[in-house]
């Protein structure tokens, strides 16, 4: 990619639009203490299509240069959101999901969370960084991620979330006792 080009690519509308909602999920997230259980979710319920949205669109094919690739979430500011979430969702927190080889694996709605989080807030971070490599990094770091890592996790999480607040309208007969339970 070109210099120019890759300046163009990396200050464009898709990009600049993913920061700002990654900010906005960040800055939601490092306040959850200050919400209820019902209020986290109802905000995942929205927050996390727009994320998904935002991270499809996100330019592909961005050659960084790994020297100036950083990490900045901590091991404790992640166990920090985690424990906070995982303590007012309590039993809501795990609920079961099917993996590639449709074997049955319990996941926990905190933990991943906490780990849209870290990338985002990793983003954010790296991005604010003044040169256009590291800027680079960012995007072409958060667009991996989010075909494989955050991406499935937002779209999990969701199909949880909307079980537990849509419960009561949910038809019954659409799911089996053992699809229920993971609700």
């Known amino acids: 990619m070109e210099p120019n080009q890759s300046e163009e690519v990396l200050t464009s509308r898709q990009v600049l639009e993913m920061i700002t909602v990654a900010n906005e999920y960040c800055l939601f997230f490092e306040d959850a203490e200050k919400y ?4 986290i979710f109802s905000y995942f319920q929205k927050m996390a299509p727009l994320l998904y949205l935002k991270g ?16 900045f979430v901590t091991e404790e500011q992640w166990e ?4 906070s979430l995982r303590e007012k969702f309590g039993e809501d927190d795990i609920y079961y ?8 694996e319990e996941v926990s709605l905190s933990d991943n969370m906490a780990d849209i989080y870290q990338d985002m807030k990793d983003f954010i971070m790296l991005y604010q960084k003044a040169p256009m490599q590291s800027k680079a990094c960012a995007v072409a770091e958060l667009q991996k ?8 996790r937002a ?8 079980g537990k607040i849509y419960r009561d309208s949910i038809d019954p007969e659409f799911f089996s006792d053992d699809d229920l339970s993971g609700i």
Request: aromatic content about 12%.
């Open 97 to 104: 999901i099917h993996d590639h080889n449709y074997d049955t």
């Open 80 to 83: 920090n959101i985690f424990k």
């Open 56 to 71: 499809a669109v996100l330019p592909a094919g961005i050659e960084p240069d790994l020297e100036f690739f950083e990490r």
């Open 145 to 152: 991620l989010f075909e494989n890592h955050w991406g499935v």
């Open 36 to 39: 209820s259980k019902e209020e």
């Open 155 to 162: 779209i999990q999480a969701l199909e949880n979330i909307h």
